[in-house]
């Protein structure tokens, strides 16, 4: 039976990364659905179940390679904001951060300097701020 799945499987786009999410997801929509008894939590489930399976069997390996790296891209750069806005949180007693009213380039100044004048690193506009 084993050699029979791996022969059928051959040629195929298999698990990836977004079929990996895609299964999460439904697995909290079913949860959501069943502790909330709204029906269109479980037929949103049903239909990523459809399409989960559509690209775990598919033989367009090119179209399911470029979606899985689309994903992956997307992962990558909520990753990155996570990891920014977590190093952010952790600077917030000792630093003050503004954006620049031009380029919009975030800048960090230290707190507890009154009124000051931050030059942007990017486009140097000045501007004046509380710290």
Do not use: H
């Amino acid at each position: 039976m084993r050699e029979k799945f791996m022969r059928f499987m051959q040629g195929r786009n298999g698990v990836d990364d977004l079929s990996k999410a895609l299964n999460v997801v439904i697995l909290v929509l079913l949860i959501l659905s069943i502790f909330t008894g709204w029906g269109f939590l479980y037929a949103i489930a049903f239909l990523l179940i459809i399409y989960m399976y559509f690209r775990v069997f598919s033989k367009n390996i090119p179209k399911r390679y470029a979606e899985n790296q689309k994903y992956r891209n997307f992962r990558y750069d909520m990753t990155i904001k996570w990891n920014n806005k977590k190093k952010e949180w952790a600077q917030r007693k000792v630093y003050r951060f503004y954006r620049c009213p031009i380029c919009k380039q975030k800048v960090r100044v230290p707190r507890g300097r009154g009124k000051i004048c931050i030059t942007c690193p990017k486009c140097r506009t000045e501007f004046v701020k509380r710290s």
